[in-house]
């Protein structure tokens, strides 16, 4: 099995800058991937960015371009962290951001796997 466990979420003003990291422990070397998903109040969960143990990556269309997600793939301590940096917030960014590791493709493509207890973002002035 696979812990997750978030933090830097908080209250950021429109434009601003926030930086999300994910530290997972256990079964690291199961990990396939690892990313990032929001929930807003009254949407779906959607895809914020995930990265693979190779390094591919792939991003939600509406975050291109202003988050950038990077991994540190510390294997001789036992952790594996990955990070989402985001820049240029938007009010359409608040939600909770939840991380996750995939054990493989098909549990990324179907988005099971581990999951972290989520942390939120709120982007207002």
């Known amino acids: 099995q696979v812990q997750l466990v978030e933090s830097g979420g908080g209250l950021v003003q429109p434009g601003g800058s926030l930086r999300l990291s994910c530290a997972a422990s256990?079964?690291?070397?199961?990990?396939?991937?690892m990313g990032w998903y929001r929930q807003a109040p009254g949407k779906q969960r959607e895809l914020v960015a995930y990265?693979?143990?190779?390094?591919?990556?792939?991003?939600?269309?509406s975050v291109k371009g202003r988050f950038t997600i990077s991994r540190d793939n510390a294997k001789n301590n036992a952790k594996n962290t990955v990070y989402l940096q985001m820049n240029s917030l938007k009010p359409e960014d608040t939600a909770v951001y939840y991380c996750?590791?995939?054990?493989?493709?098909?549990?990324?493509?179907?988005?099971?796997?581990?999951w972290g207890q989520g942390t939120q973002v709120t982007v207002s002035s």
């Open positions: 996750n590791a995939a054990q493989g493709p098909l549990t990324l493509a179907t988005r099971s796997g581990s």
């Open positions: 256990g079964s690291i070397f199961s990990i396939y991937a």
């Open positions: 990265i693979t143990s190779g390094g591919s990556t792939n991003y939600g269309d």
